[in-house]
Structure formats: structure tokens, C-alpha cells
């Protein structure tokens, strides 16, 4: 196997769903080693979120193959005493513990962050959570939706006149999980500069009201509430989501990109009229741009229009499908996606590395079956014979 | 106090607008020392996105978006497009860890700033470049803004309302994560420079940071051939699920508030806990809701039951009733409400924060929360050319009459020139 960027780094997943595993599968495909704690009998719920592979017994749903690839997954109860116990040798094997449970649960069971610092001084822990371990809202249920709503975002997807929405997926998950990611590797970079563990919380609440563009600005700084409203596909005349000849096209023209965009709609002669002259003039001349932008888009194709923004450097782009993703010549010759031979689904098409290192490989490799790595990682860490873990399994500790 | 994690590491700024300036400023909250580099007539363009009243003076200085931004960071002005400002750059270089830049792909070629460039005055360097398609590949000469990668990744087609037009979402979605992506992947190279010793050229195309957080949908649509439907707020097996409408405070009663309450049902027992907090018990025993599968056939009929309830109420305590109850629910926050949000405050969310020229006012605190080295809004926002002084001086050793020079030659200013983005 080649060396990754994280192959230094082991993690200790006591994470379920999709937010803790996303940033643990960043972990696992930049080459640290994860080892991934499921409850014995079902494991993680995400591995029964369909759709499933043809022939599979329900446990490789399409979101579990996706968010575990690279992982090791063990079985382990630590809420009975012996898992504990198990828990906390393995805690001294381990860089990083990432987990998401409900606050105080850890510490119900006697696997507090300090039982876990005093087996392991250097130990890092990140807790991500939807709202964080402290604050009225820590106990609160929550899932994608809520969790969405509850960060701000949600409040400017929409029209007007309609019910704000969620985009498609599990944005706030992610979100949280590419944060846990970064944190954790900041946390990592502490322990050379500490000598000593610590760790790290976050809020998917936090990470997306700390993302919510100029609109948290306007309105902190200047106290305008205009900007804060929901306003659909069409945010200003030359920024928004129009419709074409065969689909949506995407504009967004800041002051430096109009006269390409003059140039594309074949409007020239707005670059020589003082109405268009400046941002705050074209402002005053906002129906008649927002007309000209709808005729000149509606006769015309994605391609054409993102061709042309290419010729002339502007700043428009096509709304693609997914099977038009998969098809753009860009990413296909760059590699981007690729195919795993999952021994259960057989070949799937993934994502590839979000950013590409320079040094340090990224590699994908298929997300494990329940309790797959049991001997090899109880064998290694613990010392555990393979006849000890039958009796392990039979007590339900594993 | 302890060191903050990034302590020591210099990072030289070259990026602008929101992804590029996003990740230095995660990377700045982390107590990384960050330089962000503005040219004298090729500033940051969100100085030019103030939305204050014409007659502001140095609005540049005061731009909300820019300082939300750009907070923990120094600026310095330096045109990199000038052998004098290129050759200070490489000198600022030889002493940084970092350099992080958005350009266009072949931009920093054209400036002489190349990876190998970098790496003859500092051989351990860390260059992350962002450019929005990538350095290479028959797109890398495009240029593209954060809405841009939410339509080519595929988001904006599967989001929006059942009967309706794809949607964009209500940010520049592409931006914040390529910059978390971006803030992230320099960790991992200086987690790896410390490893090695080896520094390297890191590339975050923003088209392919987007992709993964849609990775399952491309999984899926290799499994089954199709991509999931649009769906609005509905899920593909709970219900209900979606936003209801509540009483809001609306100045006359006849027009509908515009505040919401997300609820989600997960399975029969949060069910059984939504119908007697609704005050509809009986709904928990009607075979038409007795399952997930019943009730999400049935769920057209629920909705308005739902609805009922929640428009007798405002949806704050509509998400605290259900909550006390055991059902997933949530206020769907303004930004307004975030702002005077009990929870975000009693964390400390939000801090107050004095700019040079705009006063004080509210900000959102480091989101990655540490135990023995909490972060903090230390600096705010540089106005134009603020650490001029300290970059030439102090970290490069220029004299007074060197510095009076260059800005005679205008390689470096302490005023913008005028017309930027107008």
C-alpha cells in the first residue's frame, strides 16, 4: 500500500450516521489508519439506509459503502463493563478519538474525556455534535432536517412566497464532518507544539452560522434585515439561476465580469452608456438587465453559453444532472471519479480526493463488513485470541 | 496562555473573495500568523461589496464582508506584478510555511510564482493552490464563483421544491467548502512536513471539493441508474418531514408570517409523541399512520394536520414543545434570531469585535472549539495596507527611504487606487 498523507495518524471512530463518519472516511482515504467502533448485532444505522446492492443481506446501503470506504470496523458494547474496559485499551493505541454521542452519555458510562486523557496523556478527542456538549440546546433530537434549520442556512433557500427548503443530501453532516477533519488535524498539529492531548468540539449550528456569506455581516454590522430574507433563483439581475433553452444556467456577474458578459449577450452597447456604467448605476437599471438576461438565456443551450464563458472568460456556467457530472470531459480526464470493486455491491463509481496532495497518496478501498476486522485489530491492540473473542461474542461484548 | 495549535506557522495570503479567504481565516483563528496580500490597485473584492451609502468614505475599510473574513489576519500591499513586489514576495516567502492562493490556474506562472519558484527560497514550502477548476485539464482556464460549483456538481439540480426548477441554495455553497476543504488540507501538509521534512505543492480544484459531499448520490446512481428525485423538504422514507409555517409577528394579522418550524419523524414512537403533543392521540392508533411505510403513503394528509398545530404557535415554542415531547424539532433561525440565538449566546458564540474603521459590532467566534487553547476574534479585519510597517520593516529590514520608494513606484500603497469593481 502506498504511503498516504495521514498514514502516521491512527483514529479511534466511536462515530455513527453521516457527519463523524464523513470526516473519518477524509481520515481513512488520506491513508490514517481508522478504526471503526460498531454496535454488536447492528452497527452503524447508516449501513441500512438503502438503496442496497443487489443480493446484499441490507447492511451496504449506498450512503454506509460511501461514507466508510478505508475504515477497519470492529464490534464492541462499551456500555457493558467489559467493553469498557476494551475501550479504554484500545484508547492507549490510538492518536485521535472522534465521537458525536448525545452530551454526557461518555461520561454515563465512565468514559469521560478524562478517563480517556488518563489512559492516553497525548489522546486527542473531537466531539462532533449537532449542537455541541454544552448550551440549552445540547440535549436536543436532531436530525438532517433540524439540524439544517437550526443553522441559519435554511432560512435563505427559497422563494419568498414559499416554505424555505434543505438542499439535496446531507449538507449539514458534511459540513460538520469536513470541519471535525480540519479541527482534528489542527488538534494533531497541537499535540508536537503542547506535549499534551486535549480536545476539540464542534457545533454543525456553529460551523454554518459562521458560513452565511455577507448576509451575517450586513446584518450584524449594519443592522439591514433586507439581505436576510430568502430570495430563490434570482438574487440580483445578474446573479441567479435562469432558464434556458435546454435547462438552468447559472449567473453570477460581479462588476469586474460585466463587460464580458455584455460582450456574450451581444450588449455592447451598454458599456459605452453611463446607466451601466457602475455597479450602483446598473443597479438603478435592474428590470431592464433582469429582462435581458432572461431573452438572451432563453435562446439558448448550456453548452453554447458555457462555451462562450470560456471565450470570454466570464462567469457563467450549465446546471448539470448527475449523469452529466459523471460525463464532463474536465473531470473525466482529470480522473476525478472513480470505480471500487466492492466485494459486496461489485464495481460502484466514488468521489474522489477533495484536494489532491503533492506528496502523500489519497486512496479509496471498499468500507468494511460488520465487525470484519475483530481478529486482525483485537489480535494486534489487545493481544485477544481468536478463542477469547468467541467468548467476547458470547457475553456481547463484541 | 498556551499556544494555539497553529503557533509558529506563517502563512502568506494571496487569495480574495470567499473560498481562498475562508480557509486563511480558519487558519488564522488557529493561531496561524497570516499575511493576506492585497496589490495597490488589485484589492480583495468584497472591500468593494459594502452595500453603505455612496457618499461613505474608504468604504473599502468598512465592508462587512470583507472583515468578516478576513479577521486574524495582517494585510499588506504588494504588487506581486512588479519585479520589486515579486522579489519581496520571494523574500516573504524564504520565512513563511505557507503560501495559499485562488488564482486563475495559470496566474501564479504568469507572475514568476510558481511552485518550484517557491520552493528555490524555501525548500520545505507548503503551496495550496484553489484555483476553481483545478490547474490542469481542459477547464483549468475558466474562472468560476462559489454558485458556479454548486451548479456543475450536480447540487442545484436534485435541490428544490417537488413540482418546481432546480434551486440554488442561499450561499455561495462552493465557497465555504472549498475553504474548510483548503483550511484542512494545509494542516494535513504541515502535519506531513513535520513527518518528513518535505513540503508540497497541494490542489484544491473547487469543482471536485464540492463532489464529495454529494459522494453517496454518485454511489447510488452507479447502483441503481438513477439519481434521487427532488424532494423539497420530504425524505425518502420518514414522515412527516418538512417545515410548517407558525404564527409569526407580523405588524397585520392578514398576511402569513414567515416563520417555520422543521419537524422530522424518525419512527413510531416520535410519532406516537407528535400526535399526543399535537393534541391528536388518536392519530398514533389509525392504521394509515400505524408504520414508516403507511405514513409516508399518507404523508399529504398528515401535513395540514401537522400545520394545524404549528400556525397556533410561534416556532420557537412549537420546537421547544416538541422537543420536551421527544420529536426532532427545530426553529428554522433567521439570521437575526441566530444572532440573539440563548443557545449560540450562552456558548459564547458570538463576540464583539472593534474594527479600525467601522466600529464595533457582532461576530462569530472560531467554530472549532479547543479545550486548553479556546480561539478567539484577536485581530480584526486589516484596512487597507494596515501591516505595511511590520511586513517591511520589521520581517524584511527595508529602511524608511526603501519603503517611501516603493511606494513612489507604486509596488506597494497605503491607499487603494480608485475605481476598483465600481
Request: with cysteine.
Amino acid at each position: 500500500m502506498p504511503e498516504g498523507l495521514l498514514s502516521e495518524v491512527t483514529v479511534l471512530d466511536l462515530t455513527e450516521g453521516a457527519a463523524g463518519p464523513f470526516g473519518t472516511k477524509l481520515f481513512a482515504d488520506y491513508g490514517a489508519r481508522v478504526i471503526k467502533v460498531e454496535r454488536p448485532g447492528t452497527g452503524d444505522p447508516a449501513r441500512r439506509v438503502g438503496p442496497f446492492p443487489e443480493g446484499c443481506d441490507g447492511d451496504a446501503g449506498a450512503l454506509f459503502l460511501f461514507l466508510n470506504t478505508g475504515k477497519e470496523s470492529i464490534t464492541l458494547d462499551i456500555a457493558t463493563a467489559t467493553g469498557r474496559l476494551m475501550l479504554l485499551e484500545l484508547v492507549e493505541h490510538v492518536d485521535v478519538v472522534i465521537e458525536g454521542f448525545a452530551p454526557g452519555l461518555l461520561d454515563g458510562i465512565g468514559l469521560g474525556y478524562d478517563a480517556l486523557l488518563q489512559r492516553n496523556p497525548r489522546l486527542l478527542i473531537t466531539s462532533a455534535t449537532p449542537y455541541g456538549r454544552s448550551g440549552p440546546y445540547a440535549g436536543h433530537l436532531a436530525t438532517e432536517l433540524t439540524s439544517y434549520a437550526a443553522g441559519g442556512q435554511m432560512s435563505l433557500c427559497g422563494d419568498a412566497d414559499r416554505e424555505p427548503f434543505m438542499p439535496a443530501g446531507h449538507q449539514a453532516s458534511y459540513q460538520l464532518g469536513m470541519h471535525a477533519f480540519g479541527a482534528t488535524l489542527a488538534a494533531l498539529y497541537s499535540v508536537g507544539i503542547l506535549e499534551a492531548g486535549q480536545s476539540v468540539e464542534l457545533a454543525a449550528m456553529e460551523c454554518m452560522a459562521a458560513t452565511l456569506e455577507l448576509y451575517l455581516p450586513d446584518h450584524t454590522y449594519v443592522g439591514r434585515e433586507i439581505l436576510t430574507k430568502r430570495r430563490g433563483n434570482i438574487i440580483s439581475s445578474t446573479l441567479g439561476i435562469f432558464p434556458c433553452a435546454d435547462g438552468y444556467v447559472g449567473v453570477h456577474i460581479m462588476a469586474r465580469n460585466f463587460a464580458s458578459f455584455a460582450r456574450i449577450m451581444g450588449t455592447e452597447w451598454m458599456l459605452e452608456d453611463e446607466r451601466f456604467s457602475s455597479e450602483r448605476n446598473r443597479l438603478r437599471q435592474h428590470d431592464q438587465i433582469l429582462a435581458q438576461v432572461y431573452s438572451w438565456a432563453a435562446e439558448r443551450t448550456r453548452a453554447e453559453i458555457y462555451q462562450r464563458s470560456a471565450d470570454e472568460r466570464c462567469t457563467l456556467a450549465p446546471v448539470l444532472t448527475i449523469p452529466e457530472v459523471l460525463k464532463q470531459p474536465h473531470l473525466l480526464e482529470r480522473g476525478f471519479f472513480r470505480q471500487l470493486d466492492d466485494p459486496r455491491a461489485g464495481p460502484l463509481t466514488y468521489t474522489g480526493p477533495p484536494f489532491r496532495p503533492g506528496e502523500g497518496e489519497w486512496e479509496l478501498r471498499p468500507a468494511p463488513r460488520l465487525g470484519e476486522h475483530n481478529t486482525d485489530v483485537y489480535g494486534e491492540l489487545l493481544d485477544i485470541s481468536s478463542r477469547d473473542l468467541v467468548l467476547l461474542r458470547q457475553a456481547g461484548a463484541i | 496562555m498556551e499556544r494555539l495549535p497553529l503557533f509558529n506557522v506563517r502563512v502568506i495570503d494571496l487569495s480574495k473573495v470567499w473560498a481562498g479567504p475562508y480557509a486563511t481565516r480558519l487558519l488564522g483563528d488557529m493561531g496561524a500568523e497570516v499575511i493576506k496580500i492585497e496589490a495597490p490597485g488589485s484589492w480583495d473584492l468584497t472591500r468593494s461589496l459594502s452595500l453603505l451609502p455612496a457618499d461613505t468614505e474608504r468604504a473599502y475599510n468598512k465592508a462587512g464582508y470583507f472583515m468578516e473574513y478576513n479577521r486574524n489576519k495582517l494585510g499588506c500591499v504588494l504588487d506581486l506584478a512588479q519585479p520589486k513586489g515579486r522579489e519581496l514576495a520571494l523574500r516573504l516567502i524564504a520565512m513563511s510555511d505557507v503560501v495559499i492562493e485562488n488564482y486563475r490556474a495559470d496566474v501564479m506562472e504568469g507572475l514568476g510564482l510558481t511552485y518550484d519558484a517557491l520552493r528555490s527560497v524555501k525548500p520545505d514550502v507548503i503551496l495550496v493552490s484553489m484555483p476553481s477548476h483545478g490547474l490542469w485539464g481542459p477547464d483549468a482556464g475558466r474562472i468560476g464563483y462559489g454558485t458556479h460549483m454548486e451548479q456543475l456538481s450536480g447540487l442545484v439540480s436534485l435541490s428544490g421544491y417537488a413540482d418546481d426548477v432546480p434551486r440554488k441554495s442561499g450561499i455561495s455553497y462552493g465557497d465555504p467548502v472549498a475553504g474548510m476543504t483548503a483550511a484542512a488540507a494545509t494542516i494535513g501538509a504541515l502535519l506531513h512536513r513535520r513527518w518528513t521534512g518535505h513540503g508540497q505543492h497541494v490542489e484544491v480544484a473547487q469543482v471536485e471539493a464540492i463532489l464529495p459531499f454529494l459522494g453517496e448520490i454518485f454511489v447510488e446512481y452507479s447502483m441503481t441508474g438513477c439519481a434521487p428525485p427532488r424532494r423539497g423538504n420530504r425524505h425518502r422514507s420518514m414522515a412527516p418531514h418538512g417545515v410548517y409555517r407558525c404564527a409569526g409577528d407580523t405588524f397585520d394579522k392578514l398576511s402569513a408570517s414567515d416563520s417555520w418550524v422543521a419537524i422530522a419523524i424518525e419512527n413510531d414512537a416520535q410519532f406516537a409523541a407528535l400526535c399526543a403533543a399535537i393534541g391528536r392521540p388518536e392519530l398514533a392508533r389509525d392504521e394509515r399512520y400505524a408504520d414508516v411505510v403507511s405514513r409516508y403513503r399518507n404523508q399529504d394528509d398528515l401535513d395540514p394536520i401537522v400545520s394545524e398545530w404549528t400556525k397556533g404557535r410561534s416556532h420557537h415554542e412549537a420546537a421547544a414543545q416538541l422537543q420536551a415531547a421527544g420529536v426532532p424539532a427545530e426553529p428554522v433561525l433567521t439570521i437575526p434570531e441566530l444572532v440573539v440565538d440563548p443557545h449560540l449566546r450562552e456558548r459564547g458564540f458570538w463576540e464583539e469585535v472593534t474594527n479600525r474603521e467601522s466600529g464595533t459590532w457582532t461576530m462569530d467566534a472560531p467554530a472549532w472549539r479547543f479545550s486548553r487553547t479556546p480561539a478567539h476574534v484577536r485581530l480584526p479585519a486589516p484596512v487597507f495596507g494596515e501591516h505595511n510597517d511590520y511586513v517591511f520593516r520589521e520581517l524584511l529590514g527595508l529602511s524608511e527611504e526603501e519603503i517611501a520608494a516603493l511606494e513612489r513606484e507604486g509596488v506597494t500603497s497605503r491607499e487603494p487606487v480608485a475605481g476598483q469593481d465600481t
